[in-house]
């Protein structure tokens, strides 16, 4: 079992991760409460990274997670709770029943819904009959009540207009405050990247190499 990192907010340590569509493995530390902005040209495996992360598919490397004095490696806890600590948000959102609000073990309140510019009528309807940006924002809400300590979020705003973007970042960034949780957050918009990520938090994919400033 990996040792306590000396930095105390580190939350999620990665060491030489890598599946096949990467280049070559990524090794970060994350700390709480900072989003690492994931960039870089299409093709180039920043999707099948945080897919490794969440433990969605197969991969060589450590992922550890630290929480408060609990430590926990990823190959040694049930691929299920490891999903509900480190949750990968993905553009392409799963929907099962006829009913939004079957979806939820537990009603999002009004106000949580207004935040991200949805109505509380939305819980009512077929999830068919939503736009795309629509349902990224339901399946965020829906993601988020199970608490994870980091979220891999996969062009979460990709279908979003630009005002609906801004209320999922400040969501996004209340969470990760108020939860002590942190996040990667793969994006092609440059402005979204500077708002986001400080410039020591980004990692650029090539179609060569990756490299993390």
């Excluded at 060589?60 to 691929?79: A, R, S």
């Excluded at 999002?108 to 939503?130: A, R, T």
Aim: aromatic share 6%; charged share 25%.
């Amino acid at each position: 079992m990996m040792q306590q990192p000396s930095d105390s907010n580190v939350i999620l340590v990665v060491e030489d991760v890598h599946t096949p569509g990467m280049v070559k493995p990524i090794t970060l530390a994350l700390q709480s409460q900072q989003i690492w902005m994931v960039s870089g040209e299409s093709g180039t495996g920043k999707s099948r990274l945080l897919k490794s992360l969440a433990d969605l598919i197969e991969h060589t490397g450590l992922v550890t997670l630290f929480e408060k004095e609990k430590t926990q490696q990823q190959d040694k806890v049930c691929p299920e709770t490891w999903r509900s600590k480190v949750m990968y948000f993905s553009a392409e959102t799963a929907w099962w029943s006829d009913s939004v609000k079957a979806h939820f073990e537990t009603q999002p309140k009004p106000e949580l819904l207004k935040s991200v510019g949805l109505k509380v009528d939305i819980l009512e309807q077929n999830p068919d009959n939503l736009s795309s940006g629509e349902k990224q924002r339901l399946a965020l809400l829906r993601g988020l009540q199970y608490e994870p300590k980091v979220l891999l979020l996969d062009e979460i705003t990709a279908n979003l207009d630009p005002k609906s973007a801004l209320l999922v970042e400040n969501l996004v960034t209340d969470y990760i405050a108020k939860h002590t949780a942190a996040a990667l957050w793969i994006s092609h918009d440059e402005e979204q990247q500077e708002r986001l990520g400080c410039a020591e938090c980004q990692l650029v994919f090539t179609a060569h190499e990756e490299s993390a400033s």
